[in-house]
T-cell receptor
Framework: EAQVTQNPRYLITVTGKKLTVTCSQNMNHEYMSWYRQDPGLGLRQIYYSMNVEVTDKGDVPEGYKVSRKEKRNFPLILESPSPNQTSLYFCASRLFGTGSNQPQHFGDGTRLSIL | AQSVAQPEDQVNVAEGNPLTVKCTYSVSGNPYLFWYVQYPNRGLQFLLK????DNLVKGSYGFEAEFNKSQTSFHLKKPSALVSDSALYFC??????????WGAGTKLIIKP
């Protein structure tokens, strides 16, 4: 089954404790992206990657890091989480280039609470 | 600045009635247009898209959307609403830079 898998689904942690949210897709998609969803603000892109070893900042990259060492994986790293990063996070993937008219596939989300 | 507007935070419709969720955009060129749905505790699911051609596009779960170039709108519609259609709906536009611009979302509530 084609899917985007995020882990964990829920996490409560404390300020300053480094955490990683993993994302993996099995569709051989070039393009992967991280979003955060906050009430009234819709989806805001944090980082995206157009292929292995190619990453770029989205609209709200501050406080986040990503890496793309393999095509299927795109982890989101919070080196020193703060309460304003409490949010619902989504990973998404799609084809790139000639596939840019294709929709994105989303994971089920990770709800992060930073105390 | 490029933007996508969903002017209604919430839309309430009685079951069996037609529904419309509005989306307008301000994006240069000929963008690709998408609708996604989000059910509670789930990720977004693709509903339908407009790339080119017929202005009325059909998608999943009986939804359709009408593209209007002169009004730069892409409204989501369904002839007869179901309670199970209750969810959060997002409009998105892909511009020439290949990035998606998202609307803020519209909560659709279908009452029995």
């Amino acid at each position: 089954e084609a899917q985007v898998t995020q882990n964990p689904r829920y996490l409560i942690t404390v300020t300053g404790k480094k955490l990683t949210v993993t994302c993996s897709q099995n569709m051989n998609h070039e393009y992967m992206s991280w979003y955060r969803q906050d009430p009234g603000l819709g989806l805001r892109q944090i980082y995206y990657s157009m292929n292995v070893e190619v990453t770029d900042k989205g609209d709200v990259p501050e406080g986040y890091k990503v890496s793309r060492k393999e095509k299927r994986n795109f982890p989101l790293i919070l080196e020193s989480p703060s309460p304003n990063q409490t949010s619902l996070y989504f990973c998404a993937s799609r084809l790139f280039g000639t596939g840019s008219n294709q929709p994105q596939h989303f994971g089920d989300g990770t709800r992060l609470s930073i105390l | 600045a490029q933007s996508v507007a969903q002017p209604e935070d919430q839309v309430n419709v009685a079951e069996g009635n037609p529904l419309t969720v509005k989306c307008t955009y301000s994006v240069s060129g000929n963008p690709y247009l998408f609708w996604y749905v989000q059910y509670p505790n789930r990720g977004l699911q693709f509903l339908l898209k407009y790339i080119t051609g017929d202005n009325l596009v059909k998608g999943s779960y009986g939804f359709e959307a009408e593209f209007n170039k002169s009004q730069t709108s892409f409204h989501l519609k369904k002839p007869s609403a179901l309670v199970s259609d209750s969810a959060l709906y997002f409009c998105a536009v892909r511009d020439i830079s290949d990035q998606l611009i998202w609307g803020a979302g519209t909560k659709l509530i279908i009452k029995p």
